[in-house]
Structures are given as C-alpha cells and as structure tokens.
C-alpha cells in the first residue's frame, strides 16, 4: 500500500491512498504543524478541502520538538511543519522524510506590548530596565536562542523577569497585561489582534527563523499531503502567511 | 513459615501485581535511558541545586500553608451542619480537575497586577505577585491543598464522632475538642494528607510556569527545569527527573518511619 501511495501523485487509484478517479484527493490527510501555523494552516486545509469534498484535512498543533518526538516514536502524520531547522532534523536524522524538506516561510521577532503599551516601550534598550516586568523566550526553545542573538546583535544586556518555555506563554502574559512587554514572533502579535500592539527590532534581521515542511515516508496520504505542501508554498500560501505576519520564504 | 491468613489472595494478587508493573515500569525507563557516564557534568550544572533547592522549600512552605487552611476547611466540610455544604465541598475541589495551566491564568486575573486582587494590592501596598518566589507557592498551594483537604475529611468522617460528643458533655468547648480530641484523632489523615499535598506541589508544573513564570533563583523548579531541558536535552532531562525522585522518595521514606511510623498502629 506504501508503493501505491508513493506513485499515487501520478497514478489514479482507489480512494484509501487518497486518490479518487478524476485525480481528486479524498481519505484523511493529517498534518503535524508548529503552534504558531495554526491559523494559516487552518485556512489552507480549508482551502484544500473545497477543491477536494471528499479529503478530510486533521491537524495536531503543538510545539515543534514535542511534534517531532512525536513522529521519531511512530506517530501516524502525512506532513510535518516545523517553526525551526533543528526540529525538523530531529525528523530527517532519523530518515523519516519522504523528500528533502522545503523553507516556506521565516518569522522575525518583535517586541509585544499590551494594548496602550502601559510601560512606555519603544524599542530593543528597555529589556534592559529592571523596573519593567518583561518576559523572553528561555534559551532552550527556539524563540530563546533568536533572543539572545537579537540583544547580542543589539548590545543589551536583558534583564527578564521570566524566561518562557514558549513563545505563546510569553504572549498570553502580554495578552493579561501582566508583563510591559515580551520578545514574540511577529506573527504572534499578528494573531493576539487589537489586545497587543507590535514594535519592530531592526536587531531581529541578526536571527531570521526559518519553518520547513516535509511529507513523510510513512504517509497513508502522500498525494494529499504533497497537494497541501504545494498550497503552503504557492503564490496563494504565501499571501495568507504573509496576512498572519509571516514573511514568505526568499 | 507463611502463617494461613497472611497469602494474598489471587483475585488480589494479580491486579495488585499489575498495577504494580504499570506504576513502576515507566520509573525503571527512565533508569535504563538516564545517560549514567554523564550524570555527575549534568548534576553540577549551573541552576540544577538551586532549582531543587526552590522546589523543595515552595513544596514544603505550600504544605504547610495547606495545611494551616485546608484542615479547618475539611473540619467544616465533615462536621459543620453549614447550608450548601456539598456545594462548598464541590467547589474547593475545582483545582483538582482544572488544567493546571488554566489554573495559572486564573491566579492571574485574581491576584495579577491587573486582577480583581492584585491590582488593589498593587496600587495600596505597591506588592506585585506574580514573578516572584511567593507566587510558586501560591500556584503550588493552590493546587495541591485540596488533596489535604480531600484526605483530612475522608479520615474526620471515618472518625467516631462519639469521642467528641463525650468530650462535649464533660464541658469542653468545640475549639478545645477539635484540639485535644478530633485533631489526634484523626493525626494519621492529616499526616497522609499533607505527604499527598508536598508531592503534588513538588511535581507542579502547569500552574506555576503560568503564574510565577520561570527565571532560574527565584522561580525555576525542578519540573520546570526538566521541561526545558527536555526541549534542548533529553538527556539532562532523565536526569533532572531521578534527582527528583530520589529525592522525594527519600524524603517521604524518612518521614514514614519518623513521623507516620509513630502514629500509624
């Protein structure tokens, strides 16, 4: 059934490898994608759907290392979106790619403020003010390591009153108003809508981060899960990355 | 020489064998995965003592916070005749069953800078909670006291009310017939109550990550410094994880034969 699937992009087949007769796609392509991709990805398998009434799109949204332990221990996923290079090693080191993986989009970070920006920040110099409550991504999740190249690239020494285990933790305490102001992916603040307001850091072009996408070896829908990689990465996709804050990739 | 009352039963035994293997096995995991030619560079790695160090002083300080509020409240629970007694039972067992992370975003908007609370201790007193060491003891209190509680109750039930009842007719009030009579009485719940109450508030994660934040001194505890080792580390993570445990168990050990072995028939 794997070389069916295989073949299926070109050879139209029963509807359990996900191609019906008129090469449309149907059966159940299931997407692993980064927490950050959830609307975009969303509204692309939305799209998918449309074209193809008989395809059912699922997604599992979660941390990238958590996705890809999940897919090193057998996970059942067609298509794998990591918001960094080194999650989707974890999956192509332990040759689970069906091919090699593709950057679709990048994602710079931003400071986000509460609405009104209460602390009065203006820029990259007040992580340094110990009399705001701040909030950075800890070292050890990707948002993290881009931080500290951005105050490094900006000669600030950050004074953090916490460091996140991940980026939407740091968002939701800027969403409650709890912290003046955290360093978030643009899209992050995109997505929070009017309760957080975005300042650029010209520092951030220092840590660009890049978000790759592979279908897997083991996909039950490789031919659907190649239509989605196809839409993510068309002049459609990256608009609709491009509205949620993304940069498409250069 | 088994004496015949003493064989456990087969009905018994095997489930019991089972639950046995299904509770354990995952701990005996981490042993076989726990990278040992390494363990000393992870153990000395910066943060690792103070983070162990905060967990065990929050856990030990919500205890004990849990318990100067959580008996009282169990007492009302089993021996008041207050109206909407079930209800109250029912709501302060609401942490129980809450997301912890949730449980965090709730603490938030009561005691934040912005919460019903905590925007009036910010703007009278000048007192910020969240972020600071007070608050990892309130996440944790929060969710581990009604497991006191829960206990303390079931063992007041359990209780012959008949003692106290004596001790009213010789003229003892119910203050010092909770003290001298109920509160030894029921000693043995308590004590089980509050090693229940420590381990939650050990293992908390969700709710303390939410409300405290993570910074290593003043907030960074053992389950988060695993959860983040585990996202660069798998490694230093199993380790982190037996340290825990080794500790916790050690402790709940010396404390059985110390403090529940005298109590306990």
Sequence with gaps: MVAVGTLAGCAPSGSEDGTGAGGELSGTLTVFAAASLTDVFTEVGDRLMEGNPSLQVRFTFAGSSALATQIVQGAPADLFASADPQQMAVVTDAGLQAAAPEVFAENVLEIAVPAGNPGGVTGIEDFADPDLVLAVCAAAVPCGAAADRVFEAAGVTAVPDTEEEDVRAGLTKVRLGEVDAALVYASDVRSAGSDVEGIPVPEAEEAVNEYPLCVLDDASNPAAARAFADLVLSDEGRRTLADAGFRPSS | ?265
Excluded: K
């Design chain 2, 1 to 265: 020489m088994r004496r015949p009352g003493t064989r456990v039963p087969a009905p018994l035994a095997i489930p019991a064998a089972l639950a046995v293997a299904f509770l354990v096995l995952p701990l005996a995991g981490l042993l076989v995965r726990a990278p040992w030619s390494s363990v000393v560079e992870q153990l000395t790695a910066p943060g690792v003592g103070q983070a162990l160090r905060l967990s065990l002083l929050s856990a030990t300080a919500a205890t004990a916070v849990s318990l100067l509020l959580g008996v009282p409240l169990a007492w009302v629970l089993a021996r008041s005749r207050i109206r909407g007694r079930s209800v109250l039972r029912a709501l302060v067992t609401v942490p129980l069953v809450l997301p912890p992370v949730v449980g965090g975003v709730a603490l938030f908007l009561v005691l934040g800078r912005q919460g019903i609370v905590g925007s009036w201790l910010d703007a009278t007193f000048g007192i910020t909670i969240p972020f600071t060491t007070a608050a990892v003891v309130i996440a944790q209190t929060f969710v581990a006291m009604p497991f006191l509680v829960v206990s303390v109750e079931g063992a007041l039930r359990a209780a012959d009310a008949r003692f106290e009842d004596v001790a009213a007719t010789l003229g003892a009030d119910r203050w010092t017939t909770f003290r001298r009579v109920t509160l030894p009485m029921v000693a043995p719940g308590v004590a089980a109550g509050a090693v229940l109450c420590w381990a939650r508030a050990l293992g908390e994660f969700g709710a303390t990550i939410t409300f405290a934040g993570n910074f290593p001194g003043t907030t960074q505890t053992m389950p988060t410094a695993v959860y983040l080792a585990l996202q660069s580390e798998p490694e230093a993570a199993v380790v982190l994880s037996l340290v825990l445990l080794a500790v916790s168990l050690g402790t709940l050990l010396l404390l059985r034969d110390r403090w529940l072995g005298r109590v306990v028939p």
